[in-house]
Structure formats: structure tokens, C-alpha cells
């Protein structure tokens, strides 16, 4: 074949460039929002229709453009954010790429209105393919509005890769949210067909938070801030002891803009390593500011990465920061109950407690001693008693429903109340993790194969890691293009959730910079307990009950369910009734 070089048309260049800028509808979403903020609009309308694939439109109150402006913004690199190679070192405004309306014009159907305060009459400008095909004079107010229809029309791939209009929805929100997070004193509403979504109006950040969270958040959440000669950081941290399984509201702004930084994450995760479990996730809503010089966030081109000069500085000031806001906050743990403090709720059982600053946390607690402050002497003996599996001790043990049981131990005046459905997951997550250290976890051939569907990295991920993954008792028969064939799966799973299951060692993999093969094990065997448990019976019957009770007791953390939550609580009566 003879080669001939040419260069690239200008559509054809736009819309390689679209490909990393526009993936879906909440891309467009966050480049015109991101346009609106840079045009200093404090009103914003957002409304689409189909999740985005069937329109978007953004309208915002921000100062417009001319007619010259209008013509010329869909043109590659026309921005007005930036002149010189100098300005791109210090970016203060969301966009200065130039690319995001020239991508978004060759992948879709555009209608631009925009008006500035000095003209009479806006501008209209329709484009298709790349191309201007109408340009009319318009009444309209001052500012933007810009309509987006049949995205991808000219790609048939790209449009087909798009998901369910759910979760298209929810990539939406998401970025919306997070946009709106960080400028928290812009009226937003948002509609998706017709129906209102959010509408938020100009709020200090707390209140923003709450307004899109909910009000639970009011208690919640833990004020950080420090300020330091290479960042100044602000915001919110949730409560450790709220943290949950899910990764939930994690949200990181350098100088206002959203970044992923896993980094970073994990100095805030290591902040309260003391108070929340290896699989459990902090919320936190966070804010660095760093001089402009030290950072560089044309790293990617949709521009949620940011490139520090002193990362490692910063990881260690927030993880301070972060340290001493929950040490001055007192976290301590308790029931939401109104005499909480008669009641004590075990939390963690951990060996290194955290130095500094100090955090008010006894580690040590444990529910069966007699006094909160007491000496060790009595809860190693209540520990070693069940450890010989003497069962006398126990007693006076009362079904309150199937599900919970009162016992008590010695002849204490303590009363414990027992959660079996926790027991029973503690006990046989125990027994799991035992088994997977042992390697003893056997494989069971599935009838018909099962297939994982991945994307790229993902395949890249397994085929880097088939050892691990098989040494879990997964056989996998061949790796395909984008799926890979398992023939046999662990003994205690069933097929049904392979996809996920593999999934999820794919994730644990990929933190595995931070997380050791220990804390793949821990997952995996939450999620072989949580299979296997959700059929059991819990027993009501005494002598079974007592059997359940010392074999929790012989478990490594015995008064903690697997979700971090308690599994025995006591209750002193003449704590709460002196
Ligand atoms: P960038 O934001 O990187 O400059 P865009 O392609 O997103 O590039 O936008 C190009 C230019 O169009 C912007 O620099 C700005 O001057 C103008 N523009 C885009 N959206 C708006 C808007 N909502 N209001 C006013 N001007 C806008
Ligand atoms: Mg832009």
C-alpha cells in the first residue's frame, strides 16, 4: 500500500479530540457548566431530556458573547481563557483548552443563543457537523444558552456504548454534583423531562452540602482547616464512625476544581485508620488551595487530574489536618440513645492506636468488662475463660425475637444483648479467612461457563493477576477480547455473582499500592460470608445459643459485626438508672 501522509480536516480533527474530552452526556454537561461558571454566571438552568440523549440544554445569566465571539467558539483552541504558554501556569478559570465546544459541535447538533450586556440583540447560531448552517440576530437576555441534540449521530459506536438512561443519569448527577459542591454560591436548577431534580439556591458550603445531601449532614460532619505556606485547606469531614462500605461522598477540589486523586484519598483514609474499618470509605468534602505555580492541570484533557510539585508535603499535611480535626472533635463511641452514655459500644479493637494528635478512643474497650475504665485483668480472663470453652458461665439467656437474645455472664450485673445475625457473620468470617489463608478454599465446576464481560483495563488487571485470582478458586478457561470464561468458581459462592465478585478483586487490585493481598482476602471473605449467611437460621434454642456465644467469643474481634457495627452491646443498669 502506498503510503501518503495528509492532514487531518478540522472535523476530523475535533472529533478525535471529542473522543477524550465527550464520553457521554455528563461530559457535555460538565464543559458547558464549566464555560457558564468561567462566564461568571450566578444562575444556572440546566435542563435534558432522556438522561442527555435526547437533549441538553444549559442556560446560564453569565456575561455572553458578541456575534465575532459566538461565530468563532466552536473553532479548536478558540478560547478567551488563555493567550500566552505563560497564562497555562496559572489556570484560574475551569476551561482554557479551547476544545469542548469544537468537540461537542462535531459529535452532536448545536443551537447557540448568547447575548452580552452591551448588545441589543442576542446572536443564534445553529451548527451541524462542525459546521455553521443558520446565524440569525435574536431577542434574548444577557447570557448563554446552549442546546445540545442527537449526540454521537455521526458515531453509531460511541452512541451505542452509552448506557441505560439510569445510569447515564447518574454520571450526570455526579458530576453535577460535583460542580455544584464547589461553587456552592450558584443558583442551580435541574430538570430531567420535566421533572425537577434539584433546585438550589445560593448557599455557604455547609448548606450546600446539606441541600444536597440532607439534613443528616448538619451533625454530622466535622470542620477541617489549616493553613499552611503550600496549601490552605477547608471543608468538611464526615464522622469516622459514619463511614461507609460504599465509596460514597468523597470529594476532593484543588483551587475549586474536582480531582480523583487516590493519593490523596488514602492520606485522608490513613487519617482515621483507628476508627473506621480496612473496607469501609470517610465522606469528606474538601477543599486545597495551592498558588497556582505549584500545580499543573493540563495533565488530562477532561481535567480531573492535577499534577503536584510536593505531593508527598501535602499528603502528609492533610493527613494532620485530618487527624487533628477528629481529635478535637471527640469522637467517641455511643448509641444515638438519650442516656448514651450508660451505653458503651465497642468500635474498633485495634493494636496501634493513633499518637497524634490524640484521639479519644479507647481501644481496648470491651463491652464485658464491668467498668468502661477498668483494668485489663478482667476482660483477659473473660476472654480466656471462653477460650477453654467453658460454657457454665453463660447464662440466663433470653430470646427477645429471633433475631436478638439478651445473656449474662458470671454473676456480673451486666446485661448483654446479642445481634445473631452478626455473631453468625463474624463467626463464619472468621472460619473463611482461615481457610483462604490456608489456601483451602476448594473450586466447584460450574455447568455451563461463565462469562465476565471487562473493559481494557480491567483485562489488563486479570491477566496481570490470573495467579491471585485463581488461587481464590477461580478457574479461568480463556481470556477473550473483551470477556474472559470461567469454567469453575469457590466452592462457597454461587454463579450468579461472579461478575461482581470479580469486579470487585479487580478494584481491590487496583488499590493494592495501598492495600495488601491481606485486605483482598478480608473482602473477599465478607463477600463469601454475606452468600453464605443469608439463609442461615439463628438459634433460639438455649444450649445453641450459648454454643453461638462462645464461639463469637472466640472470634478475633468478637464484639464487632463484619460491617462495623456492633455485635454485643452491654448495658450496665446501675449506670443508667443512678
Ligand atoms: P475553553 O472553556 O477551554 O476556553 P470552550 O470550547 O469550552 O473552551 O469555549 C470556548 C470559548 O467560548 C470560551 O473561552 C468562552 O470565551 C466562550 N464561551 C463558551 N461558553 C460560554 C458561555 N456560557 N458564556 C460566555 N462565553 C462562553
Ligand atoms: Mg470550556
Same mark, same amino acid.
Given at each position: 500500500m502506498k503510503q501518503t501522509i495528509q492532514i487531518l480536516k478540522d472535523n476530523v480533527i475535533n472529533q478525535i479530540a471529542a473522543g477524550e474530552v465527550i464520553q457521554r452526556p455528563?461530559?457535555?454537561?460538565?464543559?458547558?457548566?464549566?464555560?457558564?461558571?468561567?462566564?461568571?454566571?450566578?444562575?444556572?438552568?440546566?435542563?435534558?431530556?432522556? !438522561?442527555g440523549k435526547g437533549l441538553i440544554q444549559i442556560i446560564d445569566n453569565g456575561i455572553g458573547m458578541n456575534i465575532q465571539d459566538a461565530k468563532v467558539c466552536f473553532i479548536k483552541h478558540a478560547?478567551?481563557?488563555?493567550?500566552?504558554?505563560?497564562?497555562?501556569?496559572?489556570?484560574?478559570?475551569?476551561?482554557?483548552?479551547?476544545?469542548?465546544?469544537?468537540?461537542?459541535?462535531?459529535?452532536?447538533?448545536?443551537?447557540?443563543?448568547?447575548?452580552?450586556?452591551?448588545?441589543?440583540?442576542?446572536?443564534?447560531?445553529?451548527?451541524?457537523?462542525?459546521?455553521?448552517?443558520?446565524?440569525?440576530?435574536?431577542?434574548?437576555?444577557?447570557?448563554?444558552?446552549?442546546?445540545?441534540?442527537?449526540?454521537?449521530?455521526?458515531?453509531p459506536a460511541r452512541k451505542n456504548f452509552l448506557k441505560s438512561d439510569k445510569i447515564e443519569l447518574k454520571h450526570i448527577i455526579e458530576t453535577f454534583i460535583q460542580i455544584a459542591l464547589s461553587h456552592h454560591h450558584i443558583n442551580f436548577q435541574f430538570t430531567n423531562d420535566g421533572k425537577q431534580l434539584y433546585n438550589l439556591s445560593t448557599e455557604n458550603f455547609k448548606n450546600r452540602i446539606i441541600q444536597l445531601f440532607g439534613?443528616?449532614?448538619?451533625?454530622?460532619?466535622?470542620?477541617?482547616?489549616?493553613?499552611?505556606?503550600?496549601?490552605?485547606?477547608?471543608?468538611?469531614?464526615?464522622?469516622?464512625?459514619?463511614?461507609?462500605?460504599?465509596?460514597?461522598?468523597?470529594?476532593?477540589?484543588?483551587?475549586?476544581?474536582?480531582?480523583?486523586?487516590?493519593?490523596l484519598n488514602h492520606a485522608i483514609k490513613e487519617s482515621m485508620a483507628d476508627?473506621?474499618?480496612?473496607?469501609?470509605?470517610?465522606?469528606?468534602?474538601?477543599?486545597?488551595?495551592?498558588?497556582?505555580?505549584?500545580?499543573?492541570?493540563?495533565?488530562?484533557?477532561?481535567?480531573?487530574?492535577?499534577?503536584?510539585?510536593?505531593?508527598?508535603?501535602?499528603?502528609?499535611?492533610?493527613?494532620?489536618?485530618?487527624?487533628?480535626t477528629i481529635g478535637m472533635s471527640n469522637i467517641?463511641?455511643?448509641?444515638?440513645?438519650?442516656?448514651?452514655?450508660?451505653?458503651?459500644?465497642?468500635?474498633?479493637?485495634?493494636?496501634?492506636?493513633?499518637?497524634?494528635?490524640?484521639?479519644?478512643?479507647? !481501644?481496648?474497650?470491651?463491652?464485658?468488662?464491668?467498668?468502661?475504665?477498668?483494668?485489663?485483668?478482667?476482660?483477659?480472663?473473660?476472654?480466656?475463660?471462653?477460650?477453654?470453652?467453658?460454657?457454665?458461665?453463660?447464662?440466663?439467656?433470653?430470646n427477645i425475637d429471633n433475631r436478638y437474645a439478651l445473656f449474662k455472664i458470671n454473676h456480673d450485673n451486666i446485661i448483654n444483648l446479642i445481634d445473631k445475625k452478626k455473631a453468625i457473620e463474624r463467626i463464619i468470617y472468621d472460619q473463611t479467612i482461615q481457610s483462604l489463608n490456608n489456601q483451602e478454599i476448594n473450586s466447584q465446576l460450574t455447568i455451563n461457563p461463565t462469562t465476565v464481560e471487562l473493559n481494557a483495563i480491567d483485562m489488563q488487571i486479570i491477566k496481570e493477576n490470573n495467579t491471585t485470582?485463581?488461587?481464590?478458586?477461580?478457574?479461568?478457561?480463556?481470556?477473550?477480547?473483551?470477556?474472559?470464561?470461567?469454567?469453575?468458581?469457590?466452592?462457597?459462592?454461587?454463579?450468579?455473582?461472579?461478575?461482581?465478585?470479580?469486579?470487585?478483586?479487580?478494584?481491590?487490585?487496583?488499590?493494592?499500592?495501598?492495600?495488601?493481598?491481606?485486605?483482598?482476602t478480608k473482602e473477599i471473605a465478607k463477600k463469601i460470608t454475606y452468600q453464605k449467611t443469608t439463609h442461615e437460621k439463628y438459634p433460639n434454642n438455649k444450649d445453641l445459643l450459648i454454643r453461638l456465644i462462645n464461639k463469637l467469643m472466640k472470634c478475633e474481634i468478637p464484639f464487632i459485626g463484619i460491617d462495623g457495627k456492633p455485635s454485643v452491646i452491654s448495658v450496665e443498669p446501675n449506670k443508667i438508672f443512678n
Open positions: 455528563s461530559s457535555i454537561i460538565k464543559e458547558l457548566l464549566e464555560n457558564s461558571i468561567d462566564a461568571q454566571a450566578n444562575n444556572i438552568h440546566i435542563i435534558i431530556k432522556k !438522561s478560547t478567551s481563557k488563555i493567550e500566552s504558554t505563560d497564562d497555562i501556569t496559572k489556570i484560574s478559570t475551569m476551561g482554557f483548552r479551547g476544545e469542548a465546544l469544537a468537540s461537542i459541535a462535531s459529535v452532536a447538533e448545536v443551537e447557540l443563543k448568547t447575548k452580552t450586556q452591551d448588545e441589543e440583540i442576542g446572536t443564534l447560531i445553529c451548527i451541524d457537523n462542525s459546521k455553521i448552517n443558520k446565524i440569525t440576530q435574536t431577542a434574548c437576555k444577557r447570557g448563554t444558552s446552549i442546546i445540545v441534540k442527537n449526540l454521537f449521530f455521526n458515531i439534613r443528616r449532614y448538619k451533625q454530622k460532619i466535622l470542620q477541617i482547616k489549616e493553613q499552611t505556606t503550600i496549601v490552605a485547606i477547608d471543608g468538611f469531614l464526615g464522622n469516622p464512625l459514619d463511614a461507609k462500605k460504599t465509596r460514597g461522598e468523597q470529594y476532593l477540589f484543588v483551587n475549586n476544581r474536582f480531582i480523583r486523586s487516590p493519593y476508627l473506621i474499618q480496612t473496607d469501609q470509605h470517610p465522606s469528606y468534602f474538601i477543599f486545597l488551595n495551592i498558588d497556582h505555580q505549584y500545580i499543573d492541570v493540563n495533565v488530562h484533557p477532561n481535567k480531573t487530574e492535577v499534577k503536584f510539585e510536593d505531593e508527598k508535603s501535602i499528603y502528609q499535611i492533610l493527613k494532620s489536618a485530618c487527624k487533628r467517641k463511641p455511643s448509641l444515638d440513645f438519650s442516656i448514651e452514655k450508660s451505653f458503651e459500644v465497642p468500635i474498633h479493637i485495634q493494636n496501634n492506636p493513633p499518637k497524634e494528635p490524640k484521639i479519644n478512643v479507647n !481501644s481496648d474497650f470491651n463491652p464485658f468488662r464491668k467498668k468502661f475504665a477498668r483494668d485489663k485483668e478482667n476482660t483477659q480472663n473473660i476472654q480466656k475463660l471462653f477460650k477453654e470453652e467453658n460454657t457454665s458461665d453463660i447464662y440466663e439467656v433470653f485470582i485463581e488461587n481464590l478458586g477461580y478457574k479461568i478457561e480463556s481470556i477473550e477480547k473483551e470477556n474472559i470464561i470461567i469454567s469453575a468458581i469457590p466452592f462457597y459462592l454461587n454463579q450468579d455473582g461472579t461478575q461482581e465478585f470479580i469486579e470487585l478483586i479487580i478494584e481491590s487490585i487496583k488499590k493494592s499500592n495501598t492495600i495488601t493481598d491481606n485486605q483482598i
